[in-house]
């Protein structure tokens, strides 16, 4: 089974060299600490960066320096900033080759919510709606199960939509699934973790053909 950490290894082994990424709130953010060395990607944030590098190390933060997720952040060299405008017209243009978002729902046809839990205060649903309906490869960053235990890979989502058929691939801390509108189907498993666990785990179809690996991270 992986942690939050694990899942971000993971989803770096899905960067190609010279993609121009957007990573979303939470678990998202930590990619950008796992990229192979032997590919360079640029990360794009929707308040205003193109070029983002690792985490800051505690004593070296710049607190005017900040992702959409308010986290401060580091610059690669050859980092650029700019207005939201041009940010948002990048996302829209489609010139941002993978976006990768957290969600608490995704349905086995690819809807997507993450945004509001109906009885809770949110500030509202940011840059998401603009980049599910933009981006044309979604990765989702998620725990397979809520902490109550229950599924949050589901037939149909119950939480408001921010997006509908639009992720493409999952990675939990269970497994790693594709979305391809019939169901989830199971691609690889965590270390330690069996396909008895993952069904048990996933209120949607999951469909299971032949041997399914264990992930290598």
Known sequence: MLDKHGIAKRIAQELQDGWYVNLGIGIPTLVANYVPDDIAVEFQSENGILGMGNFPYEGEEDADLINAGKQTVTLKPGAVLFDSATSFAMIRGRHVQLTVLGAMEVSETGDIAN?????????GMGGAMDLVASAENIIVA????????ESKLLP???????????VKRIVTNLAVLEVTGEGFVLIERAP?????????ATAGKLIVTGDIPEMNI
């Open 156 to 166: 149909q989502c119950s939480l408001p939509l921010t997006g509908v058929g639009c």
């Open 192 to 200: 330690g973790v069996t396909v008895a666990e993952i069904e048990a």
């Open 115 to 123: 945004w509001k839990i109906p009885g809770k205060m949110v500030k």
């Open 142 to 149: 998620m725990m397979h199960t809520s902490k109550s235990g």
